[in-house]
C-alpha cells in the first residue's frame, strides 16, 4: 500500500529525525565519569627511617585503612582520594617496636594536636609526655598535596608482662583536628586496637 500526501511528508520527517538520533548516540562516546579528586598525603617524620606508617579513616559509616607505607629518606607518601582525608588518622610502628621483646600491645597513633596546644605550635618531647589528652583526626582537605611533619621517640609504657616499647609520635608543629573528637593518652602516647572514631 503506498502513502501520499501529508501523512508521506510526517513519516518522512519522523524517520529523518530517528535517524539523525540514532547516528548522534553512535557517534557520541558516553561521558567518562569524572576521576575522584586526590591528595597526596606526605608523613615527614624526623630520625625514624625505616618506621613503619599507614592512614586510615574512621568516620560513622566510613571505615576504610591504607597499605603501610615504609618511611624512606624521611618520609612515606600516600595518594588517596580526597574524601579520605576527613576522620583520618595516623598509625605508625617504630623499628624499635618490630624488634622488640616485649611489645605494647596496641597500635600506636599520631597526635595531631594535644589539648591546650595551639595550632602551628612545636612541642617537646617532655611537654609532649605530660598530655593526657589530644585528637588524632584530622578534619579534611581538598587540596592536591598535604604535608604533615611528625616528630616519632621510642618510650616505655607500662605493658601486661612489665615495662614494654611503643612509639610516642606527635604532629610537630600542630595541625589542625576535626572538633569533638579528643581521646584520652598515657605519657603522651596515643594507641589503639581498632580504627580510631573521628565523630
Known sequence: MSVSGPRRTVLSVLALVTGLLVTALVATPAPAHAAAHRTRVVVKVADCEGCEVFLQQGLRHRWWSSR??????????????SSRTRGMSIGITGTWEVASPHPSGFQAIVTLRYRGVPRGA??????????????????????????????????????????????????????????????RLYDGVAGAQDIVPCW
Open 122 to 183: 612545636h612541642v617537646e618531647q617532655a611537654v609532649a609526655q605530660s598530655k593526657r589528652h589530644g585528637s588524632a583526626c584530622f578534619p579534611g582537605t581538598q587540596k592536591r598535596r598535604l604535608v604533615l611533619h611528625v616528630t616519632a621517640r621510642r618510650v616505655s609504657v607500662a605493658g601486661n608482662g612489665g615495662p614494654a616499647d611503643t612509639t610516642l609520635a606527635w604532629a610537630d608543629p600542630q595541625t589542625r583536628v576535626m572538633r569533638g573528637t579528643r581521646m
Open 68 to 81: 603501610t607505607r615504609t618511611v624512606r629518606d624521611g618520609k612515606a607518601v600516600f595518594t588517596v582520594p
